[in-house]
């Protein structure tokens, strides 16, 4: 399998980027009170970290001594105060954090996938899938640690490290001096650290999403999988990238077992040097032992956030990671399909036309990327022009690669060609909203997508019909002879990619759908290619009441099926060699005539007999 798919995509940046955070700040900004609340209930919390000590000191140091219960009752009593105090201080900032967190995901999340439904065609033509689900699931997830425990979280440590410190100070700078001599040692452990957990987490998530694409894809083409006996090296193949996996982690594992225990001895130190320091000055009756006891508590407090700053870094140096890879997304051009704007009054009358012109004129096109000069442009199409008006049908002709379904691809506005311009009704498509455009075009594929879903839902769709609308639609194709033999009916569950049903059955259900919103073009691609004869007649008997007054544009492999088209298109490596009716292109002998002989059966035989087949089919 190959890496470089997965692998640039985790490369690590910047620990802190500001243009970033600014961004980031935008999705915090409405959510502003639970910050701020957070915040408050996390210097609360650090303040009670200084509680516990400094009773201790007045209950050592004064109290025994004075052999005053009342004191060191009270002192029990405001310790036990300061544990609940702070029980709800803890509570209530995870809490807070986390609904920042999930909401903050949540509207991000949204902004994704709402950006992806603008993104062109061609986005996605060179963009993995996995690598999109990546970016709305496990790169959105990031940031959510980001806001549990990360910023708000490591500002309350650094607030609890200073107030630490300052009281250490205020109280004894001598003995804090002492304490504090380990600090360098820390640091630089924590410095080896979150460079080899940045590696390492690194390393994770690559091998991480080489699993995740190679299960996808196993999984998808599990009956070739099968069919060709590749289980045993497919097997090997996973096991190679789970041990890999397994690798990585448990390297992971190696430096966080070494890292904690480094940081407890370190503290121990310091706590020996506390200890050394002291000694001799409470010997001479310089200090007291409560004061010493008040210290040996601070240290441990003052080491145990400084330790997990070093896992907040490795954090936000993820999440910034992960911000940058989704902004990138977020800045992707949705190009010129102006899907959500407001159409002009002129154009917005389109969208409730029932009689639609589509003409094509002089349109050159190809796929190469935006900016590539046009003397590299590999051209797919080469000056097509034609016209399709209502109530007549436009057959599209050829053989594999000669533009057809580019055409298609073209009139539906998935991109928009180099030369030339496309017009419905005189307006340049260029100038139609998407939604408005494709509002009027009912559209069955050869290759059926159906949603996960019920059979009602995927005729439906987006369109606001009634259920008795949905039955008459699929009637009116025969879908419904089908539909009716499902358990639940038109509430029958589809599987992914509606799995469930058989080739046939997906096919007229593209069909009950393309029609059921009522469209004033028709577009078939090959559209009776997986039926039955039976039910093909019933299609065929059904679109000739469809096709009276609409437009129709039809993809033909199967050229006896356009054989009463009004008119033919031959396409040849891009460009229109032929046009006419079918008798007229097969007295040409043209490469039309070769087309059909093939089919026919060929030679000088088939073609007599194909003249001799009725102008029947799916659009006669």
Do not use: C
Request: glycine share 8%; net charge neutral.
């Amino acid at each position: 399998m190959p890496d470089a798919a997965y692998h640039d995509e985790d490369v690590i940046g910047k620990v802190y980027d500001a243009r970033l955070a600014r961004r980031l700040l935008r999705y915090v900004r409405p959510y502003g009170w639970l910050v701020v609340v957070s915040l408050v209930l996390l210097v609360v919390d650090g303040l009670l970290q200084l509680v516990g000590p400094y009773l201790t000191q007045r209950v050592i140091d004064v109290a025994l001594p004075a052999h005053d219960t009342a004191m060191a009752t009270r002192a029990a009593l405001l310790f036990t105060g300061s544990l609940a105090v702070g029980f709800f201080a803890q509570f209530g900032e995870t809490m807070l954090t986390t609904l920042l967190g999930q909401r903050v995901m949540r509207d991000l999340r949204d902004d994704v996938f709402a950006h992806l439904q603008r993104l062109p065609i061609r986005f996605f033509d060179r963009t993995p899938v996995g690598r999109l689900v990546t970016r709305t699931t496990a790169d959105v997830e990031s940031l959510n640690e980001l806001f549990t425990a990360g910023v708000v979280a490591g500002l309350g440590d650094l607030f609890t490290l200073a107030a630490i410190g300052i009281m250490m100070l205020v109280t004894d700078w001598r003995l804090a001096l002492a304490a504090f001599g380990v600090i360098p040692f820390i640091y630089l452990s924590s410095h080896l650290f979150r460079r080899a957990v940045r590696t390492s987490y690194r390393d994770i998530r690559t091998r991480l999403a080489r699993i995740n694409a190679f299960l996808q894809e196993r999984i998808t083409g599990m009956r070739v999988l099968q069919l060709f006996g590749m289980q045993r090296r497919e097997g090997d193949a996973f096991d190679h990238l789970n041990e890999r996996y397994l690798d990585a982690n448990l390297r992971s594992i190696v430096y966080y077992a070494v890292y904690f225990p480094t940081i407890e001895v370190l503290t121990s130190v310091a706590l020996a040097s506390l200890i050394v320091a002291s000694a001799h000055r409470v010997a001479a009756g310089t200090l007291l032992v409560g004061t010493v006891a008040m210290f040996l508590q601070l240290v441990r407090r003052f080491f145990q956030p400084l330790q997990d700053l070093s896992d907040k870094f490795n954090t936000l140096q993820q999440a910034m990671a992960a911000s940058e890879r989704i902004f990138n997304l977020l800045d992707e051009p949705v190009g010129h399909d102006r899907g959500d704007d407001a159409p002009a009054p002129g154009i917005a009358a389109l969208a409730h036309a029932r009689t639609v012109t589509i003409a094509f004129e002089d349109v050159w096109f190809a796929y190469d990327p935006p900016g590539t000069p046009e003397s590299e442009l590999r051209w797919v199409l080469k000056g097509v022009s034609f016209e399709a008006r209502p109530g007549r049908t436009v057959a599209l002709v050829g053989h594999t690669g000669a533009g057809k379904t580019t055409i298609v691809n073209l009139l539906l506005r998935f991109y928009d060609p180099q030369r030339g311009r496309i017009t419905v009704n005189g307006v340049d498509t260029r100038e139609i909203p998407g939604r408005v455009l494709r509002a009027l075009i009912g559209y069955v594929q050869q290759d059926i997508f159906l949603f996960a879903g019920d059979v009602a839902g995927n005729i439906r769709l987006s369109a606001p019909l009634s259920d008795g609308e949905v039955q008459r639609a699929a009637a009116r194709v025969g879908a419904d002879r089908i539909i009716r033999r499902f358990p639940d009916g038109y509430a029958h569950p589809l599987g992914e990619r509606g799995a469930s049903v058989s080739v046939g059955e997906r096919q007229l259900l593209s069909f009950a759908r393309a029609i059921a919103a009522d469209p004033a073009v028709l577009v078939l691609d090959e559209a009776t290619s997986a039926v039955d004869s039976e039910i093909e007649a019933d299609i065929q008997a059904a679109l000739a009441e469809l096709m009276a007054g609409r437009t129709t544009i039809a993809i033909a492999h199967r050229l006896s099926t356009i054989v009463g088209a009004d008119e033919i298109l031959v396409l040849h490596h891009g460009q229109v060699v032929e046009r006419g009716r079918h008798r007229d292109l097969l007295a040409r002998r043209g490469l039309y005539d070769r087309l059909y002989r093939l089919q026919a059966g060929g030679g000088d035989a088939g073609h007599g007999a194909s003249e001799r087949l009725p102008a029947s089919g799916v659009l006669g």
